[in-house]
């Protein structure tokens, strides 16, 4: 069965302390790879989407990056305003444009 | 340039009634996509919409039904509520086959 896994569940950092957060995928076939910030009671903010592996994209402090079984979000001197709930989603080829998003990844960055 | 709208914020239902849920799309957009978000949990697809027509379907019962407008909006409805169906309901709204949803701020829905 075809399953998303993030981790940690949740990370406490220090204001400008980096850290990464991992995006693990057991999919046959994957098209996409998506993440979102949701800040609680809220939906889901579209930051990045990568297709293949060895890419990397980047906004402002975070930057994401793509293998063939996992992704990371890394997290460059976090501040207070970046913590929220990240979420990782995986689109699979062939058509289906079901995205199946892990449980997410709770970052909270104290001052 | 109003992005995506959800109406009503939060919604209180008992169990065995009936419930719509309303969406608007960001401006331009012509696809329409719910989502059932429950506590702890990242969302889970329940439908997509495009041109009034069921285009994709996740894993939920016909009790979940929608429906789509001329004008892009849209509405998911849910039939003979259960405990189980509390949970925050997410619309997202894109051009088709394009990989960027705008999600709206979703539908706060408790079943007592």
């Known amino acids: 069965e075809d399953q998303v896994t993030q981790s940690p569940e949740a990370l406490r950092l220090q204001e400008g302390e980096s850290s990464s957060l991992n995006c693990s995928y057991t999919?046959?076939?994957?098209?996409?790879l998506f993440w979102y910030r949701q800040d609680p009671g809220k939906g889901p903010e579209f930051l990045f989407t990568l297709y293949s592996a060895g890419e990397e994209k980047e906004k402002e402090r975070l930057k994401a990056t793509l293998t063939k079984k996992e992704s990371f979000l890394h997290i460059t001197a976090p501040k207070p305003e970046d913590s929220a709930t990240y979420l990782c989603?995986?689109?699979?080829?062939?058509?289906?444009?079901?995205?199946?998003f892990g449980r997410g990844t709770s970052l909270i960055v104290h001052p | 340039d109003a992005g995506v709208t959800q109406s009503p914020t939060h919604l209180i239902k008992t169990r065995g009634q009936q419930v719509t849920l309303r969406c608007s799309p960001k401006?331009?957009?012509?696809?329409v996509s719910w989502y059932q978000q429950a506590l702890g949990q990242g969302p889970q697809f329940i439908f997509q919409?495009?041109?009034?027509?069921?285009?994709q379907r996740g894993n939920f019962p016909d009790r979940f039904s929608g429906h789509q407008f001329p004008n892009y909006s849209s509405e998911l409805n849910v039939n003979a509520l259960l405990l189980g169906d509390s949970a925050l309901y997410l619309c997202?709204?894109?051009?088709?086959?394009?990989?960027?949803?705008?999600f709206g701020p979703g539908t706060r829905l408790t079943v007592l």
């Open positions: 919409y495009y041109e009034e027509e069921e285009r």
């Open positions: 997202a709204s894109s051009l088709l086959d394009s990989d960027t949803q705008y």
């Open positions: 401006s331009g957009h012509d696809t």
């Open positions: 989603a995986v689109q699979l080829s062939g058509g289906s444009y079901i995205p199946t």
């Open positions: 999919v046959s076939g994957l098209r996409g």
